[in-house]
Nanobody, 124 residues
Framework: QSPFVESGGGLVQPGGSLRLSCVASGFSSDFYAIGWFRQAPGKEREGVSCISSSGRSTNYADSVKGRFTISRDNAKNTVYLQMNNLKPDDTAVYLC?????????????????WGEGTLVNVSS
C-alpha cells in the first residue's frame, strides 16, 4: 500500500484552479515535513512546495509563488495544495513526499516516503 493517496487532479483550463489532497497512512506523518513535487513528461522531478511538520513554515518554488498555497491538517493526516491561476507549464503528475529535513529557504530534502501521484493537465 502506498504511504500517500493523492487526489484532486484533472483537466483544467488556463487560469483555472484545483485543490490537491494528499492523505498519509502507515506512518507518523505529523513527524515529517511534507512536500508536493511534480514531474512533467520528459523532465526531472521538481519540488513545488513544502510544509514543516507543525505547519507553521512553508517553502515554494519561484515558479508557483503567489499562485499555490500549501497547508496541512495533522488531525486528518492530510496535506493540501491549492493551485490558482494555473498555466500550461503546470501540467505534470503531482506527488507527495515525506521529508526528514526541512528548510524555509530550500524546502524538503531526504524523502523517506513517496506517493504515486495525481495528474494535473492544464489545457484549453
Amino acid at each position: 500500500q502506498s504511504p500517500f493517496v493523492e487526489s484532486g487532479g484533472g483537466l483544467v483550463q488556463p487560469g483555472g484552479s484545483l485543490r490537491l489532497s494528499c492523505v498519509a497512512s502507515g506512518f507518523s506523518s505529523d513527524f515529517y515535513a511534507i512536500g508536493w513535487f511534480r514531474q512533467a513528461p520528459g523532465k526531472e522531478r521538481e519540488g513545488v512546495s513544502c510544509i514543516s511538520s507543525s505547519g507553521r513554515s512553508t517553502n515554494y518554488a519561484d515558479s508557483v509563488k503567489g499562485r499555490f498555497t500549501i497547508s496541512r491538517d495533522n488531525a486528518k493526516n492530510t496535506v493540501y495544495l491549492q493551485m490558482n491561476n494555473l498555466k500550461p507549464d503546470d501540467t505534470a503528475v503531482y506527488l507527495c513526499g515525506a521529508a526528514s529535513v526541512f528548510g524555509v529557504d530550500w524546502g524538503c530534502r531526504g524523502i523517506d516516503y513517496w506517493g504515486e501521484g495525481t495528474l494535473v493537465n492544464v489545457s484549453s
